[in-house]
């Protein structure tokens, strides 16, 4: 099993959908959690961290659920420029590193 | 404030040349990464570091090596480039573990023919 898994996609939603994203990890020892949005051919960069009781961004909400060990990623109202590549993203107790999923793509259509 | 840059932003190398990929950051961050990203792949670890003077391997180390003198400099060095490391080569770095975000470099474009 993969450390960190998600589905691929592509997502392809109207705008003003709501859509949500997945992301397991395999690791029970896994600590802290990010959602980063990497567009085509850029850097990725942080969407949010993700809180053990849940947090929300505007239109964005993650939720953390430790017990089946996933994460959630909530947009609402999507927009045409939410378009991207959601990178899920973990770490470990006592690590340094964080382990990124390969990404779920989101395409947004008028 | 520049974050993290890296240099050069594209480069063609022959099999078996050598190079060495420039990442800088300004935010007195200890932690330091790089990592590459194929095509529809997620990033890979190659290496990284704690501090000046500490590295680490990643999860695809081979064919590189780092060095981190300097708080604020971690270049990644390809001896005899092959063609399997054509790919882009992110820098990243952030102050610490926990819920401490990563600054991404805008990333080197390596095609080795």
């Known amino acids: 099993r993969k450390e960190v898994e998600q589905d691929p996609g592509p997502f392809n939603v109207p705008e003003g959908a709501t859509v949500a994203f997945n992301c397991t990890y395999s690791n029970s020892a896994s600590q802290s959690f990010f959602w980063y949005r990497q567009d085509c051919r850029k850097e990725p960069k942080l969407l949010m961290s993700?809180?053990?009781s849940g947090n929300e961004d505007g239109r964005f909400t993650a939720q953390l659920n430790r017990a089946s060990q996933y994460i959630s990623l909530l947009i609402r109202d999507s927009k045409l420029s939410d378009s991207a590549t959601y990178l899920c993203v973990v770490t470990h107790s006592g690590y340094s590193t964080l382990t990124f999923g390969k990404g779920t793509m989101l395409l947004v259509s008028p | 404030n520049a974050g993290v840059t890296q240099t050069p932003k594209f480069r063609i190398l022959k099999i078996g040349q050598s190079m060495t990929l420039q990442c800088a950051q300004d935010?007195?961050?200890?932690?330091m990464y790089w990592y590459r990203q194929d095509p529809g792949m997620g990033l890979k670890l190659i290496y990284y570091s704690v501090g000046a003077g500490i590295t680490d391997k990643g999860e695809v180390p081979n064919g590189y090596n780092v060095s981190r003198s300097t708080t604020e400099d971690f270049p990644l060095r390809l001896e005899l480039a092959a063609p399997s490391q054509t790919s882009v080569y992110f820098c990243?770095?952030?102050?610490?573990?926990?819920?401490?975000?990563?600054?991404f470099g805008q990333g080197t474009r390596l095609t080795v023919v």
């Open positions: 990243a770095s952030r102050t610490g573990q926990g819920l401490t975000e990563a600054f």
């Open positions: 993700v809180y053990s």
């Open positions: 935010m007195n961050h200890n932690y």
